[in-house]
């Protein structure tokens, strides 16, 4: 048998573990390893800035459950991925970043950088292929690090072990270990609360979507006559049921807001209660009682009168289990929809709220929301629904700019029978504008809306309002149609909600991606963000 090389079995057997999609940006240092899992059947989707690798691997986890891998070249191309790393790492995305690395007896090369060090500052885990004899084991560890710690894990391939024989195993697989199960004493506590509250809510987060907690949860509403709400990072978990009152913060619509801080138990599973969740603790009754389940101790951001450590869903269950019932409180769910708005669009410029509630009746049902950060990220997920928590991608776990434009292709790659729609500011589209070639050149059949006030406008809306001149954060207006078809993708300006008609036809080829620049009305400042900065 022809002998292999360490690389080429880092890249076999992360085929043989079944990855179907790589994500990456090719160098000397990881070249060999991808091409060996390119080889051996793995689509390997090429970035123009590992930025946008790294980003389109996180999007490919979130919406498909599967583990994300992400290859880059040794120091700056690891470096380069920084931004996105530290996003998989704080919204807990499984995924593998294989990096080349510098010999470690290269003491003078230019690439060399603790990059283990690094990647676990940020969050992740690090580890290192550390023979040829092991390449095959180191993978198989990796990877299922990353899927049992449910977090981003480096896999640093030095250039000098790449180069040792090696040879394919196979990766022992042993099943992943039951969701952790809470303990009896605290389910006694929260019946105890359940049985004395009057009107619960449940807010479910980006914990409760890991756990698949969808069914237990609304069971549990039933028996106890609770309102469903979900974190941002939870949006879809409860789509289409009647008792959904959508995202719990700063995008809550007053009467959503207004119900639930009326309530007098929360009861959150795996949502850590931020001041976006609870509006700075503004949405939690002061003489409510709250509850706390998640799998971490310490996730809490509010202090919980119980806290149960246990997985969302078996929590859920052990409390069905327990019997709790009560009467507690429903009523029809309000939505963003129903309530009325004077629209400021004119002069050119589209109203971001209209733009949204149009797009909405527009496009599929089935469809995948991925959005960037910045002051207009409020608008999509208040007006565009969602089928499920799979349909939403929303990067603000470390709330950079520049990320959902990747983040919305990798969901594109893995979920392509979903129309994938990426909304963006014009600020975070700039920031990864090289990503517009990866779109149009990997055909994507997504849309792209920019709501574009020609401003980084969360700094204007921000500063502005207490008497700081804001000019150094306005911009001369871009014409990112123009943009998308300089780059090979098609292009769309819209300024009135009847330009907007031009995507139908788009709708019914989706021949390639669409880039829809939306001249916003660049000094409405949505509510949530007004109060926010207050
Ligand atoms: C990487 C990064 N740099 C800077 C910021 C600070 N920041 C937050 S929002 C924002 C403006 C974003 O502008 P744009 O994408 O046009 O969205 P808008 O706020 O105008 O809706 C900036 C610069 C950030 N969050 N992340
Ligand atoms: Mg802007």
Not at 98 to 119: K, V, Y
Request: some cysteine.
């Amino acid at each position: 048998m022809e002998s292999l090389t360490a690389a080429e079995v880092v890249g076999r057997t992360l085929a043989a573990l079944g990855v179907q999609d790589a994500f990456g940006v090719l160098g000397s240092g990881n070249f060999l390893a991808s091409q060996a899992m390119h080889a051996e059947g793995v689509a390997f989707h090429h970035t123009r800035h590992e930025g946008g690798a790294i980003c389109m691997a996180d999007g490919y986890a979130r919406v498909s459950g599967r583990v994300g891998v992400c290859s880059v070249h040794q120091g700056p191309g690891f470096t380069n991925a920084m931004t996105g790393l530290t996003e998989a790492a704080k919204s807990r995305t499984p995924l593998l970043l294989i990096a080349g690395e510098a010999p470690a007896a290269a003491l003078r090369s230019n690439f060399r950088l603790d990059q283990a060090a690094l990647a676990t500052t940020v969050g992740g885990a690090a580890d290192r292929v550390h023979s040829g004899a092991s390449a095959a084991d180191d993978v198989a560890r990796a990877f299922r690090r990353a899927q049992l710690e449910r977090r981003p894990v480096l896999l640093s391939m030095p250039l000098d072990v790449q180069a040792q024989p090696a040879s394919d195993s196979t990766p022992a697989s042993a099943p992943l270990p039951a969701p952790t199960a809470p303990s009896p004493t605290a389910i006694a506590e929260v019946a105890a609360l359940i049985a004395a509250a009057q009107r619960p809510v449940i807010i479910a987060g980006r914990g409760a979507v890991l756990a698949d907690a969808r069914e237990p949860l609304e069971a549990l509403g039933d028996a106890i006559g609770a309102m469903l709400a979900t974190s941002a990072m939870g949006n879809g978990l409860f789509s289409g049921s009647r008792w959904n009152l959508g995202i719990s913060g700063g995008f809550a619509s007053p009467a959503a807001a207004r119900l639930i801080s009326e309530s007098d138990l929360v009861l959150a599973f795996g949502a850590k209660l931020t001041r976006w969740t609870t509006r700075d603790g503004a949405l939690i009754n002061p003489a409510a009682k709250v509850v706390q389940v998640d799998l971490d101790p310490d996730a809490a951001h509010q202090p919980a009168d119980v806290a149960v450590i246990g997985d969302a869903a078996a929590t859920a269950r052990a409390l069905l289990d327990a019997g709790v019932r009560n009467e507690g409180f429903r009523t029809d769910a309000p939505s963003w929809r129903d309530e009325p708005f004077d629209d400021v669009g004119g002069d050119g410029h589209i109203d971001p709220r209209t733009l949204s509630m149009a797009l909405d009746s527009m496009l599929p049902d089935d469809r995948t929301l991925a959005v960037d950060s910045g002051h207009f990220m409020g608008f999509p997920p208040m007006y565009l629904r969602v089928p499920d928590p799979a349909g939403f991608v929303f990067t603000q776990a470390f709330q950079s700019i520049g990320l959902g434009l990747a983040s919305g292709m990798g969901a594109a790659i893995a979920r392509p029978d979903r129309l994938t729609v990426a909304c963006l500011g014009d600020g975070g589209a700039l920031m990864s504008l090289p990503e517009l070639e990866t779109l149009a050149r990997l055909r994507l059949p997504m849309l792209v809306v920019i709501y574009n006030d020609a401003a980084y406008g969360a700094e204007v809306h921000h500063f502005g309002p207490h008497g700081h001149p804001v000019e150094l954060v306005q911009f001369p207006d871009t014409d990112f149609a123009a943009l998308a078809q300089a780059a090979g993708a098609q292009g769309l300006t819209v300024r009135t909600e009847d330009d907007l008609a031009a995507v139908e036809p788009w709708l019914a080829r989706r021949d390639g991606p669409l880039v829809v620049d939306a001249k916003i009305t660049p000094d409405f400042c949505a509510e949530w963000l007004e109060e926010a900065f207050r």
